[in-house]
């Protein structure tokens, strides 16, 4: 699954940070934010084909996305580390499980 291998890039560019070294590597936080770009585009995908769902945090991911895009020069680096701490991960889970309870 696509959005599967999104979040374990994230996950892998992240894996040895905490917030301190991340914030000081921006090819870090570049490439970090591009995934998160993606991320919204195919659980966009996601939501069109489901539009019955029960995504909470696609909500978040969406206003993120279009904030990332339009106001790039902005960024908040204590909610993209949030983001990728707290919301990834239980967008993961409802993403799993939304599919397979459509696959059943």
Known sequence: MWIEEIITKIFLYTKWYDYDHFVQDQKTIDAVLMM???LWEVAFQIEHH???NDLSHIKALKA???FLVHAYHRID???VWDTIQKDIPIL???I?????QNNK
């Open 96 to 100: 799993k499980r939304l599919l397979n």
């Open 36 to 38: 998160l770009i993606q």
């Open 64 to 66: 993120m996305r279009n």
């Open 50 to 52: 489901y539009p019955k």
């Open 77 to 79: 680096t204590n909610i």
């Open 92 to 94: 993961l889970e409802e």
